[in-house]
């Protein structure tokens, strides 16, 4: 933090963790479990009136029915952050593509994109190279896996997304302003 004047963010669900983090500069928590396994992470979130990202996780993967049980985990997510005190701007929300779901559940969610963004948050798509792209694709590698990457980073814009973390990130941006452009009807 001392030598780039970025915004910086830690990956952890662990509130020793995140505030350790948060005293030497962070920025954002991002939390792949969305507080649900150590509410320590929320408090410290909040006292630092950092961002955070909740993404959607469960130590299972059984759903009585998929989106309506998605959409309840992360309104407790939610409720965990708001609780704790976390402003509503500094809130980012992750359907945690890979994160106890299977195969047909991922692709549903990114089906149904819109659903998360209706909470009203900005959300943030990480399907780049994962796993369910492999099984989609055939089989292939995580570094053959750029065009689905691409399609998902579309399906994210289209869906209103904000945000799509990638790591094939020069032709991901070169999508995604083709994309934006379209649905402007414009190349401004």
């Not at 792949?32 to 993967?61: P, Q, S």
């Amino acid at each position: 933090k001392s030598h780039f004047d970025v915004p910086v963010s830690i990956d952890t669900y662990k509130g020793n963790v995140a505030e350790a983090a948060l005293q030497a500069g962070a920025d954002l928590v991002n939390d792949i479990w969305g507080f649900k396994f150590d509410y320590k992470t929320a408090e410290v979130t909040a006292r630092y009136h950092a961002a955070c990202c909740l993404m959607h996780n469960r130590d299972n993967t059984e759903y009585s029915n998929f989106l309506d049980d998605f959409m309840e985990d992360m309104r407790e997510c939610i409720r965990l952050a708001k609780a704790a005190g976390i402003a509503d701007d500094k809130i980012i929300l992750d359907p945690g593509i890979g994160f106890a779901k299977n195969v047909e559940q991922n692709l549903l969610l990114m089906r149904d994109l819109k659903a998360l963004t209706s909470f009203g948050y900005p959300v943030l798509l990480a399907a780049s190279r994962k796993s369910t792209l492999g099984a989609v694709l055939g089989g292939v590698p995580a570094e053959q896996r750029l065009e689905g990457t691409i399609a998902t980073s579309l399906q994210a814009i289209y869906a209103g997304a904000q945000m799509v973390r990638v790591h094939d990130v020069e032709e991901n941006v070169r999508a995604i302003r083709t994309m934006e452009a379209i649905l402007r009807g414009s190349a401004e």
